[in-house]
């Protein structure tokens, strides 16, 4: 199985939005970025649009359905109605939904199941009835009960968060622990029928061991480091480099 790779755009957002002008262009460099080999986009529109603006979405939604029929959207949130409704009028691919709080700077932690797994039931199969793939921001911390409950709500997939272990590239031997971790929450995840996506604070350098541990891994979304990257190497060099690291051929 090969790991695809998805481009998350908040980040040119955030650029953008620091002035009142077009530029730099959220469509330009999604598409700059499926033509250099990227599956897909993903965006996180906040309430309060300090990055990804609502109007961004149908936009993005376009460039990839004239241009990239293939590639996919992903839509990450808080289930919110409001957010549930801009889904179905957006159609995503895939819809990632997070706990965060709106006033977060960023994710920062999966759900926590026990206490969310039965409000999240009715909100995954909503989603799915619209045809949407559903994929839940989970912690790698190798909690197989907490595992099992996620795959109850009904959720194709989870997203790992990767935020400790991307945040030990300081700490080789300590990435090492927080990467078994994660990949134990893995093994129990696909054990249940689950697919297993991941996301936060990865990089060409901490890619392909995550990889090489879990080998099944359906699909990395990257905005940060990506980011940060292109403004060295350029986005369409960036997306290769990223694409090499999660273990492709480009």
Not at 33 to 54: C, E, K, N, W, Y
Not at 62 to 82: C, K
Not at 125 to 130: E, F, I, Q, S, Y
Request: hydrophobic residues 40%; aromatic residues 6%.
């Amino acid at each position: 199985m090969t790991t695809t790779l998805s481009v998350n755009l908040n980040a040119v957002a955030m650029l953008r939005n620091r002035r009142d002008l077009p530029w730099p262009s959220v469509e330009a460099l999604g598409r700059i970025a499926l033509q250099a080999g990227a599956s897909g986009l993903t965006v996180h529109p906040r309430p309060d649009q300090r990055h990804i603006r609502f109007s961004d979405l149908p936009v993005l939604r376009a460039l990839i359905d004239d241009e990239f029929p293939d590639a996919e959207f992903n839509i990450e949130g808080y289930p919110s109605e409001d957010f549930l409704a801009l889904c179905e009028r957006i159609q995503p691919e895939q819809v990632t939904l997070v706990p965060d709080d709106p006033a977060q700077a960023t994710s920062d932690h999966g759900f926590d199941f026990r206490a969310t797994g039965e409000m999240l039931k009715p909100i995954v199969a909503r989603l799915k009835k619209g045809g949407m793939r559903v994929s839940l921001f989970a912690d790698g911390d190798g909690d197989v009960e907490a595992v099992a409950l996620a795959k109850a709500t009904g959720a194709d997939r989870i997203e790992l968060y990767t935020g400790p272990y991307g945040g030990c590239f300081d700490n080789p031997e300590r990435g090492i622990e927080f990467l078994e971790l994660l990949g134990r929450t893995a093994d129990a995840a696909l054990a249940q029928g689950l697919g297993v996506n991941a996301g936060h604070d990865l990089t060409v350098d901490n890619l392909p061991a995550l990889v090489k541990r879990i080998p099944a891994l359906a699909e990395v979304s990257i905005g940060h480091g990506l980011t940060a990257d292109a403004l060295e190497y350029g986005m369409a060099e960036t997306v290769r480099r990223f694409c090499r690291a999660c273990g492709q051929t480009i």
